[in-house]
Nanobody
């Protein structure tokens, strides 16, 4: 199983980015996908996840209304649309898979495969 996150970049506060995560070796029906981020000097934290069915999502409170997770089963890809970005959203963003079915979690422990991160910088 391999994951690769891409789409990061540098934006000003209020700007937008769309991250993508491509997964190989698994199909989306078999696992949840989560997006996590880690700012310098801080712990990695869960941002949003989407369940294996695609019907359940779970957003970190601070990103609700600004971030949207979606997926394309045909391409085995998961996206994270990030709007109205704030400086506190900056960090390295990672995607990961959780093989447990049902509601997805924003905790790190259940996720077994992780991709390399993509850097998001938000500054003026």
């Amino acid at each position: 199983v391999q994951l690769q996150a891409f789409g990061g970049g540098s934006v000003q506060p209020g700007g937008s980015l769309r991250l993508s995560c491509v997964v190989s070796g698994r199909i989306l029906d078999d696992y949840s996908v989560g997006w996590f981020r880690q700012a310098p000097g801080k712990d990695r934290e869960g941002v949003v996840c989407i369940s294996n069915s695609g019907r359940n999502t779970n957003y970190r409170e601070s990103v609700k209304g600004r971030f949207v997770i979606s997926r394309d089963k045909a391409k085995n890809m998961v996206y994270l649309q990030m709007d109205r970005l704030k400086p506190e959203d900056a960090g390295v963003y990672y995607c990961a898979t959780d093989p447990v079915h049902g509601a997805c979690l924003l905790e790190i422990a259940p996720y077994d495969y992780w991709g390399r991160g993509t850097l998001v910088t938000v500054s003026s």
